[in-house]
């Protein structure tokens, strides 16, 4: 495998992503790598006729305490780099020191860097994708600054932080003068543990599903959220009942998980109706419109919560939030209050991108205002890159996930619409380039944790049921 010609990096880059073939002979020599550190036994050599790309390989090494080293090399023969950067990697004084406890435990990711392009300071913002790209700057005084994908896992996640790590990594203010490289990554990730992450073999929609029904626990309650790095979760949190009625829809709508949506659904019920009355709950809303939304999705979710809905639906302050007031009209249709409709409507002249309108539009057959909110909802769904089929309202935004889903979730019910259809296809390519799947789990994520769920942003590790939920009624 070749170089890409460009002289200012100071590493050396490949013209095209490392093909299959040689990402598996990478991955068994990494494999060896790991097995050694563990032990110091039988130092492992690659493969004679085994060719390496000619590139400059980059090895970083987590554990469950995060990123323990991170190291590059381009000494030697393309053969001997990889074991270079490892070493490297393995004793790099800037991170924790690798515990033998930990030697059993290690992931390993190598990347490669491909064909980079240059690129101005002030287009960066509209052509950089967070956890896609690294970028290298090279400074007016010769100082040359690398930042690998992954580094977005670690904050490092818009346009601007991005810029922000260059000028300190590299000691100086990036300036118009400056040149800047975008590049694709080639990863090759290794897991001490073998057993760790079984294979992609289901369907994406059944492993959304799986991960769901995993995050209800036996008593009804739905964890709030995880941190797909340490595996910690958090049992409640804001708007957390709103968010586990769409958990239930969606794993209802799959159709697998009945009994664990069933005993969720129950738990919710319970839940809000101990709220109503009065009795603390954790991550009850307080705000009446907010009350309203969250009984608006248990009913949408099948909970017998009508009558407090109806009731809830005429609280005054509730047709000043269209979101909410859209999300109990879509439950209640035409029994609830008109004035809560017109508001929906008034409000698209100033808030177009209404998915809960649309939604709302769609259950009164009100097909005028639909095809008017579907049309800025399909627009709004990125048509080029960066994140493409995303929703990314402002260039340099990294977009959330639950937003896009729940965008495709309006699209999706005038499925024969070509512009309609169009836009929902792309979001739902973006929502599966998206999802925390075997092939598609970052390093620095643990797998037994993540695989089949959709983090809140592409480049913010951090799960949340219903984000997983949207995604998945979006896909289905």
Known sequence: MRRAAVPDTGFHSLKRPVPPRTALALQKHLQALLRWQADLRRWPLPAPRQAFPDATPFVSLHSARGTLGCMGSHEGEPRERVARAFLLALH?????????????????????????????????????????????????????????PSVAYDGVRSAAHMLEAL???????????????????????????????PPD????????????????????????????RTAVGTLSGASQ?????????????????????????????????????????????????????MLALACWSGAPLERELLAAAKTESLAGVPWYAAQVVLALRESAPSVLWEACVADLAKTPWAPWTAMAAHALEQYAIYNQCATTLAKGLRDSAPYQGAFAPTAGAVPEVALTAIAVEALALRPRHPSFRAARDRGRAFLRRTQLTSAQTPACVDPRTARGAFPITPSLMMLRADVTAHALLALL
């Open 92 to 148: 790099d004084a800037r991170f924790p020191m690798v515990t033998p406890a930990e030697r059993g435990e290690l992931t390993c990711e190598l990347s490669y860097a491909h064909s980079p392009v240059r690129v101005g300071l002030l287009d960066f913002a509209a052509r950089y994708e967070a956890g896609k790209h690294g970028v290298c700057a090279v400074h007016a005084s010769g100082k040359r600054a690398v930042l690998f």
């Open 167 to 197: 000028a300190r990594k590299g000691g100086a203010e990036l300036l118009p003068t400056s040149a800047l490289y975008l590049f694709g990554a080639s990863h090759v990730v290794v897991r001490s543990r073998r057993d760790v992450v």
């Open 201 to 228: 073999d289901d369907d994406t929609r059944d492993m959304a599903a799986a991960w769901l029904a995993g995050s209800i626990m036996d008593d009804g309650a739905v964890v709030f959220s995880v941190d797909a």
């Open 241 to 293: 009942h709103a968010r586990a009625a769409v958990v239930v829809k969606a794993l209802l709508r799959h159709g697998t998980f009945v009994e664990a949506a069933l005993r969720a659904r129950a738990r919710l019920t319970r839940d809000i109706r101990e709220g109503l009355r009065g009795k603390a709950v954790a991550g009850f809303p307080s705000a009446p419109p907010e009350v309203a939304g």
